[in-house]
Nanobody, 114 residues
Framework: QVQLVESGGGLVQPGGSQRISCVAS????????MGWYRQAPGKERELVAV???????QYVDSVKGRFTISRDNRKNTVYLQMNNLTPDDTAVYYC????????WGQGTQVTVSS
């Protein structure tokens, strides 16, 4: 079974940047779109960015111009570069494939101090 392992989160000041990674073990990584999701305490998990197997990435309005999703199919890895972070970006960030959702990984915590 494919496993999802997120990493790279941490504490960052407002206005700072962070890059997080997701490694999806197993075969056939390249045929799936991959999305980054986040969940803040007391809030629903939301999709923030998605990158298809081919084509342009898409972002929710709240992160457009600040976040960039990318993928390295050879490494089975999807990245999220986050710039100009605000406290509202504080959340646990998760990845998953689309379609064919997998069990969620543990996520990686991104905390933006105020």
């Amino acid at each position: 079974q494919v496993q999802l392992v997120e990493s790279g989160g941490g504490l960052v000041q407002p206005g700072g940047s962070q890059r997080i990674s997701c490694v999806a073990s197993g075969p056939n990584f390249s045929i799936y779109a991959m999305g980054w999701y986040r969940q803040a305490p007391g809030k629903e998990r939301e999709l923030v960015a998605v990158i298809p197997s081919a084509g342009e990435a898409q972002y929710v309005d709240s992160v457009k111009g600040r976040f960039t999703i990318s993928r390295d199919n050879r490494k089975n890895t999807v990245y999220l570069q986050m710039n100009n972070l605000t406290p509202d970006d504080t959340a646990v960030y998760y990845c998953n494939r689309r379609p064919g959702f997998l069990p969620w990984g543990q996520g990686t915590q991104v905390t933006v101090s105020s």
